[in-house]
């Protein structure tokens, strides 16, 4: 007990000093994010929503939990915090272990939280019945217990399947949402994709959120290019929870915005959304919304300032 007391501490230490600001923005996104979890259970009647296991243990019990857990991504950490209170390595050997692990881990899991509030917070703005694709039913028919939205990607071999679907008067749309991970190729034509990924930047392979008209099970497409991804959804959105979101460059130099610009094209998505958690220059909002994507600035976590998305839905 006194070890992991102990451990705690200097985490908590190794926070303070170095990941002040980027703890605080973490904490404040998985706090959000919580509170508008709980509205959309109320709202839609849910028993639960389920994130990625990293995701729902970070949400219910902290960064500080997620940090002091035996994960492989935080093994070399771990070692090195105890190598320096041992006094085995120096403060600034810590802090370059520190940064590859935590800094890592508080950027990914900020970014996902960030890409879950902006699709619940959405549906707390539309009027709908939710519709499980898995049991060709409406969420409000099914017993409590299967009453439930997850947003872990459903992936597969040759599927990608809606996470869940949503009839507003009459009208049904098949909700993507991207998150981590990746399709498992089924052969060699297909894996060179993944060449195609790292060649132009992308990250993923699509925008963080896909949705399309009617009931669509399915958008893998072995015949569409670059990626075998089907196109023309009624809607794609791309979530950005940094401030400097735009100066990213890619392996190939590729700026974030211009693969924000790539996306627009190979999709071609009916409505294209930007949603900016913080200020995105009025220069770069401009370069967007010339090629056709609507730029949603400073959005910070006011669900009314997405409602110029969710009228998209309005019959």
């Not at 120096?90 to 508080?106: F, G, P, Q």
């Not at 060709?136 to 809606?162: G, Q, T």
Request: aromatic content about 14%; glycine content about 4%; proline content about 4%.
């Amino acid at each position: 007990m006194k070890k992991e007391l102990d451990e705690a501490k200097l985490i908590n230490d190794v926070i303070s000093k170095f990941f002040r600001d980027e703890f605080s923005k973490a904490s404040l996104v998985m706090d959000n994010l919580k509170k508008v979890m709980e509205e959309m259970k109320k709202k839609y009647g849910l028993n639960e929503i389920y994130l990625t296991d990293t995701l729902s243990r970070i949400v219910e019990k902290g960064f500080l939990d997620h940090l002091s857990s035996y994960s492989e991504t935080l093994k070399k950490f771990r070692k090195a915090l105890w190598n320096y209170s041992d006094g085995k390595i120096t403060e600034e050997e810590l802090y370059k272990v520190a940064k590859r692990s935590i800094s890592k881990s508080l950027s990914t899991n900020t970014r996902n939280a960030y890409q879950c509030w902006v699709l619940l917070a959405l549906l707390n703005l539309i009027n709908g019945r939710i519709f499980d694709p898995y049991y060709k039913k409406y969420l409000d028919e099914l017993p409590k217990k299967s009453r439930y939205v997850s947003l872990v990607s459903k992936k597969d071999e040759d599927e990608i399947r809606p996470n869940f679907m949503i009839d507003v008067s009459g009208k049904f749309f098949s909700v993507f949402y991207e998150g981590p991970g990746a399709i498992r190729w089924r052969n060699k034509e297909e894996r060179n994709f993944a060449y195609i990924i790292e060649k132009y930047g992308y990250r993923s392979k699509r925008p963080d959120i896909m949705i399309y008209s009617e009931k669509i099970d399915n958008i893998y497409d072995p015949n569409e290019k670059p990626f075998p991804i089907r196109k023309n959804p009624f809607m794609a959105i791309e979530c950005k929870e940094r401030a400097d979101w735009y100066r990213k460059r890619r392996k190939n130099g590729e700026k974030e915005s211009d693969i924000v610009k790539k996306y627009k094209q190979i999709y071609a998505p009916e409505n294209y959304f930007l949603v900016s958690w913080e200020e995105t220059p009025e220069k770069i909002c401009e370069e967007l919304e010339a090629n056709g994507i609507m730029c949603l600035n400073n959005i910070d976590f006011n669900r009314g300032k997405l409602k110029d998305i969710s009228i998209h839905f309005t019959p």
